[in-house]
């Protein structure tokens, strides 16, 4: 997993590629909470998902575990460019409607 974060003072986005497994799940859950953590005063955050595919399960435990994480923290975490296997895993596991009400 790879990524590219971006921060300008009320903003920030976080771009990811690579393949998203549970390792690789605990350390961006790991990411999003210490860039949190870091910037309290950020009022968005986007994770954008465009070159990122879930393997397994484990993937999308991993992507809940984000979802969970942002809600927390009452930070409106938003997921743009999902490839279409991780759209239809998302709507199999009907949690597709949460992630939009936190975008």
Not at 17 to 29: F, M
Not at 74 to 92: E, N, P
Request: hydrophobic share 40%; proline share 1%.
């Amino acid at each position: 997993m790879q990524y590219e974060y971006f921060f300008d003072g009320s903003e920030a986005d976080i771009f990811l590629s690579g393949c998203l497994d549970g390792q690789t799940g605990s350390e961006l859950v790991e990411l999003l909470a210490k860039a949190i953590a870091a910037h309290p005063e950020c009022e968005r955050w986007c994770l954008n998902l465009g070159q990122v595919e879930l393997k397994d399960g484990s993937g999308m435990i991993s992507l809940l575990r984000c979802l969970q994480l942002a809600l927390r923290h009452r930070v409106r975490l938003q997921l743009s460019g999902m490839t279409r296997k991780t759209q239809l895993l998302l709507r199999i596991s009907r949690v597709h409607s949460l992630f939009e009400q936190t975008a």
